[in-house]
Nanobody
Framework: QVQLVESGGGYVQPGGSLRLSCLAS????????MGWFRQAPGKEREFVAT????????EYDESIEGRFTISRDNGKNTVYLQMDTLKPEDTAIYYC?????????????????WGQGTQVTVSS
């Protein structure tokens, strides 16, 4: 089982940017498809983005509208979520997720391992 720790959350004004990081330990990140999810107050957790083991393939929720970018550095065992042009409706706890998967170029929406989350608040 891989352990995941998110960081980089915080408070930002609308239109601002944040970069979230997810550091994996216990297993090599290169064996895992990775994802980011978020949960806003009073709402269910929702998919944000996913990236293949190779980093060559990504998928995003339509609500992101090209504002977020998921990336990974397997050498550093870290996955990132660059968030630009943030909106108040992006306010949520953001969770990193992982699933060990055989296919190198696959992306997923269903994950096994989760971090504790990092809070992102977008407000003026």
């Amino acid at each position: 089982q891989v352990q995941l720790v998110e960081s980089g959350g915080g408070y930002v004004q609308p239109g601002g940017s944040l970069r979230l990081s997810c550091l994996a330990s216990g297993r090599a990140l290169s064996n895992y498809v990775m994802g980011w999810f978020r949960q806003a107050p009073g709402k269910e957790r929702e998919f944000v983005a996913t990236i293949s083991r190779s980093g060559d393939f990504t998928e995003y929720d339509e609500s992101i509208e090209g504002r977020f970018t998921i990336s990974r550095d397997n050498g550093k065992n870290t996955v990132y979520l660059q968030m630009d042009t943030l909106k108040p409706e992006d306010t949520a706890i953001y969770y990193c997720s992982a699933k060990e998967f055989m296919l190198v170029h696959a992306t997923l929406r269903d994950f096994d391992d989760w971090g504790q989350g990092t809070q992102v608040t977008v407000s003026s």
